[in-house]
Nanobody
Framework: QVQLVESGGGLVQAGASLRLSCVAS?????????????MAWFRQVPGKEREFVAG???????HYEDSVKGRFTISRENAKNMVYLQMNNLKPEDTAQYYC?????????????????WGQGTQVTVSS
C-alpha cells in the first residue's frame, strides 16, 4: 500500500510563507528507493483543472510553473521519504488545495495523469 500524506497548509496573509511537507510510505518506496521517484506538487481550485506547481525528478532536475518561480522551492529528503514545498511571498492567487504526487521514474511531467500516487491534499488559503 502506497501512501502520500501532506501537511503544512493553512490560512495566511499575503506576503507570508508556508512550508508544505509530504511523507511517502509503502512497500514500493522501500524496495525501489524513494530517490528513484519523481515527486511533484500540484494545486487545484474548485471548478478548475489540477495544475502543476513544482517537481523534483530525483536526479537533480527541478521544474517550476512560471507563476511560482522565485517564490516557491521544492526539496526532498530521500532518507526520510519526504518532499517539501517552501512557499514564500504568498499571493491570494496561490489559494488552492495542494497535492503531493509521485511517479515511479525520474521523468517529470506537468500532467497529473502521469502520476501514479497522490496524497489527499492540504488547503492553502491566502488572504489579501
Amino acid at each position: 500500500q502506497v501512501q502520500l500524506v501532506e501537511s503544512g497548509g493553512g490560512l495566511v496573509q499575503a506576503g507570508a510563507s508556508l512550508r508544505l511537507s509530504c511523507v511517502a510510505s509503502g512497500r514500493t518506496f522501500s524496495e525501489y528507493g524513494f530517490s528513484n521517484y519523481g515527486m511533484a506538487w500540484f494545486r487545484q481550485v474548485p471548478g478548475k483543472e489540477r495544475e502543476f506547481v513544482a517537481g523534483d525528478a530525483g536526479n537533480g532536475f527541478l521544474h517550476y510553473e512560471d507563476s511560482v518561480k522565485g517564490r516557491f522551492t521544492i526539496s526532498r529528503e530521500n532518507a526520510k521519504n519526504m518532499v517539501y514545498l517552501q512557499m514564500n511571498n504568498l499571493k491570494p492567487e496561490d489559494t488552492a488545495q495542494y497535492y503531493c504526487a509521485g511517479r515511479s521514474n525520474q521523468y517529470l511531467s506537468t500532467s497529473p495523469s502521469m502520476y501514479e500516487y497522490w496524497g489527499q491534499g492540504t488547503q492553502v488559503t491566502v488572504s489579501s
